[in-house]
């Protein structure tokens, strides 16, 4: 990834965040910025863009997907589930934590064909998350 690329992944991976958990102070992003910024140089990282600007991403650490994140006016036009394909192919199994207040987000999922594991508390914000996961059906 370009520099100008981890730039503009790094104000989308805020940016969403920041709409998508109001329900966690604003503060806890910012104060985590940097370290998810260092840790995209050790994921996997798939790019959307459009017209060379970054309108969404999917980052990985090995079969657990961190996050994935679209531009808000380029939401339910398919490129999370684009985005989510590219993931599915390389990896027979996927998993993830979502906040258990981001119903879009889970709504997504499910219809992704994850499913929910179990329920937990993020001992970072106090938040209940589900641990969800999708593994490759052979039909």
């Not at 991976?13 to 370290?35: D, Q, R, S, V």
């Amino acid at each position: 990834m370009k520099a100008k690329d981890i730039e503009d992944v790094m104000q989308l991976w805020l940016y969403t965040n920041l709409k998508a958990h109001a329900f966690i102070p604003e503060y806890y992003w910012y104060e985590n910025f940097n370290e998810v910024k260092s840790a995209l140089s050790e994921a996997e990282i798939y790019v959307a863009d459009q017209n060379k600007k970054v309108i969404g991403f999917i980052g990985l650490i090995d079969n657990y997907i961190a996050g994935i994140f679209v531009s808000e006016h380029m939401q339910l036009h398919g490129i999370g589930k684009q985005l989510l394909s590219i993931a599915k192919k390389r990896h027979p199994v996927l998993q993830l934590h979502v906040y258990k207040k981001n119903l879009k987000a889970i709504g997504f999922y499910q219809k992704q064909d994850f499913k929910i594991i179990k329920s937990e508390i993020d001992t970072h914000t106090g938040e209940e998350e589900l641990f969800m996961e999708w593994k490759n059906r052979p039909f």
